[in-house]
């Protein structure tokens, strides 16, 4: 069965610093995995997608991620926050073997300090 | 390009009635499926169709119940409504298996 873990609940970063949302998965086969962002009040915008082409995939608004067989993760960086990064982070992983459906992580609020 | 359009935006609904809410693709997306968010948690599969055929159910009730039209356009029903059916259903489409969804801005359902 899939499952997504999504170790902070809440992370907060200064504007300029560095950001890194941490994603663990458990999959059985070879999985497909996304981030997601949600504003407030807003409906859910693809960031970045890897299904098994390059380990280091980059997406959206200098946002990338690396994924780690070994280590079973797929966490997101970005060398640099934005004030407009602030919303709702979701890490979701999808298998061939459950139609392709996606299974979400629990979400990690990003809060970004001026 | 319009993205997948869901209606109504809000909806408030009285326990024990139904409702029924409505999803349009992006053109030329035959694949649908539904997603339930409660406020605070991540989205929870219910439902994916694929050229008017249910390809995938998740683990909700029985009240739960939708269709896709010929159009690709979808309805999810929910019947006998509970207060726990209160959250932000969104609608997705994608072009096919090697794509990501495309999300809708979600139905906010209120039950009292």
């Known amino acids: 069965a899939q499952s997504v873990t999504q170790l902070d609940s809440h992370v907060s970063v200064s504007e300029g610093t560095p950001v890194l949302l941490r994603c663990n998965y458990s999959s059985s086969y070879s999985p497909s995995l996304f981030w997601y962002v949600q504003h407030p009040n807003k409906g859910l915008q693809l960031l970045l997608k890897y299904t098994s082409a390059a380990t280091l995939v980059k997406g959206i608004n200098g946002f990338e991620a690396e994924f780690k067989k070994s280590e079973t993760s797929f966490h997101l960086t970005k060398p640099s926050a934005h004030m407009s990064d602030a919303a709702e982070y979701f890490c979701?992983?999808?298998?061939?073997?459950?139609?392709?459906?996606?299974?979400f992580g629990p979400g990690t609020r990003l809060s970004v300090l001026p | 390009d319009a993205g997948v359009t869901q209606s109504p935006t809000h909806l408030i609904k009285t326990r024990g009635q139904h409702v029924t809410l409505r999803c349009s693709p992006i053109s030329g997306h035959k694949s649908v499926s539904w997603y339930q968010q409660v406020l605070g948690q991540g989205p929870q599969f219910i439902f994916q169709?694929?050229?008017?055929?249910?390809?995938g159910r998740g683990n909700f009730p029985d009240r739960f119940s939708a269709r896709q039209f010929p159009n690709y356009s979808s309805e999810l029903n929910v019947n006998a409504l509970l207060l726990g059916d209160s959250a932000l259903y969104l609608c997705?489409?994608?072009?096919?298996?090697?794509?990501?969804?495309?999300f809708g801005s979600g139905t906010r359902l209120t039950v009292v």
């Open positions: 979701v992983v999808s298998e061939r073997n459950y139609g392709q459906n996606f299974v």
């Open positions: 997705a489409s994608r072009q096919d298996t090697s794509y990501g969804y495309t």
């Open positions: 169709y694929y050229e008017k055929e249910e390809r």
